[in-house]
């Protein structure tokens, strides 16, 4: 039998816990393809804030994972990009991203939905007549 520790190591819950924040994992995932403009962040995570969006990035720069880059065009561009210690997440996230395939089911979208539930459904029968 293996002895488990009394206490979990900081350092891991630490960094479960930096990493593991709502939209951290995939704003990161999104990153490690180079260095992006806001709105293309934005768009790869339609589901995302703007709000929350502009918190986690200010949070993954205070972390020292992301680079913020202002670029004095007409308008001024804000772009971002993984640090070192950003990009160093790469071969972790890709480990997530294989269990998950394998163990998290895929969800389906609402056309898929309406589609199974007219599979399922029961079939309309004509009424009996009487006196047949």
Not at 24 to 53: C, E, F, H, N, S
Not at 68 to 78: F, G, Q, T, Y
Request: hydrophobic content about 40%.
């Amino acid at each position: 039998m293996v002895e488990i520790a009394p206490t979990v190591c900081a350092k891991f819950h630490r960094a479960v816990e930096l990493i593991g924040g709502r939209w951290t994992g995939v704003i990161i995932q999104t990153l490690l393809q180079g260095k992006t403009r806001y709105a293309v962040i934005k768009t790869a995570i339609p589901d995302i804030t703007d709000r929350m969006l502009s918190e986690r990035l200010r949070s993954l720069e205070g972390e020292d994972l992301v680079t913020r880059w202002v670029i004095a065009d007409s308008p001024v561009r804000v772009e971002y990009e993984l640090t070192e210690k950003g990009r160093s997440l790469e071969i972790a996230l890709n480990e997530i991203s294989t269990w998950a395939n394998r163990w998290i089911p895929a969800e389906s979208t609402p056309d898929e939905d309406l589609a199974d539930s007219h599979e399922h459904a029961p079939q309309s029968r004509s009424p009996a007549t009487k006196g047949g």
